[in-house]
């Protein structure tokens, strides 16, 4: 069973598609991280993400990068964003990530174009988004907690810009897919976020109609 998790950055996607691998047993792929590397390889490479070549000569990251604390930053994620857009960086990645997905027995992977590019015919596809001012919030937070310096109104705008850029992108935008179940996680606690995902997956996969949002 492959589920795909789809969704815009700060909207809990992460969070919800690591506890459904964790409930059906399933491993998981987060392929933001494939694309924050490929950001952070082409800068250290003295390369810019705007340009399609460099951008493209980031995907020669080592594997080992995937487990640098680095890329779970706000710099890492805006680097990501723009490196993206690029056909050639996302085509460069796509079986890699398609590989994941077909192994035996099924896994999860949450990104941006799951549902739609990498898995269409995933068991079940969930997009999860959420307010604007619901995902800022979670995000401050976070790196207060991290130790980071931020504002919320820069955060907000930060996010404004990266659902620009993945959702007006020619190639593989953020948009859910036409059998995509909407999950709203603007006043939800993570709990009840992850208890609404696995009754949409159930609902889904065992052949009832899943619930409305």
């Known amino acids: 069973m492959i589920i795909a998790v789809d969704g ?33 390889m082409a800068v250290r490479l003295g390369g810019d993400p705007d340009n399609p070549d460099e951008a493209l000569a980031g995907c020669a990251f080592d594997d080992a990068l995937l487990n640098d604390d680095h890329l779970r930053s706000e710099m890492a994620g805006g680097l990501a964003s723009r490196a993206s857009r690029h056909p050639a960086v996302r085509q460069a990645l796509l079986e890699r990530q398609r590989a994941f997905a077909s192994q035996p027995g099924g896994a999860v992977l949450d990104g941006r174009d799951i549902g739609t590019v990498i898995a269409p015919d995933a068991a079940a596809k969930l997009f999860v988004t959420a307010s604007v001012a619901a995902r800022a919030a979670r995000r401050y937070h976070e790196m207060l907690s991290r130790g980071e310096q931020v504002t919320l109104e820069e955060i907000a705008a930060d996010l404004a810009a990266r659902d620009a850029r993945d959702s007006g992108r020619a190639v593989a935008p953020l948009k859910p897919a036409d059998d995509a179940l909407l999950l709203d996680t603007s006043d939800l606690t993570i709990g009840q976020a992850v208890q609404r995902a696995i009754e949409l997956v159930n609902g889904r996969t065992e052949g009832g109609p899943a619930a409305r949002p």
């Open 8 to 40: 815009p950055t700060a909207s809990g996607k992460g969070t919800i598609a690591r506890a459904l691998a964790k409930h059906f047993g399933l491993p998981h792929l987060d392929t933001g991280l494939l694309y924050r590397a490929v950001g952070v």
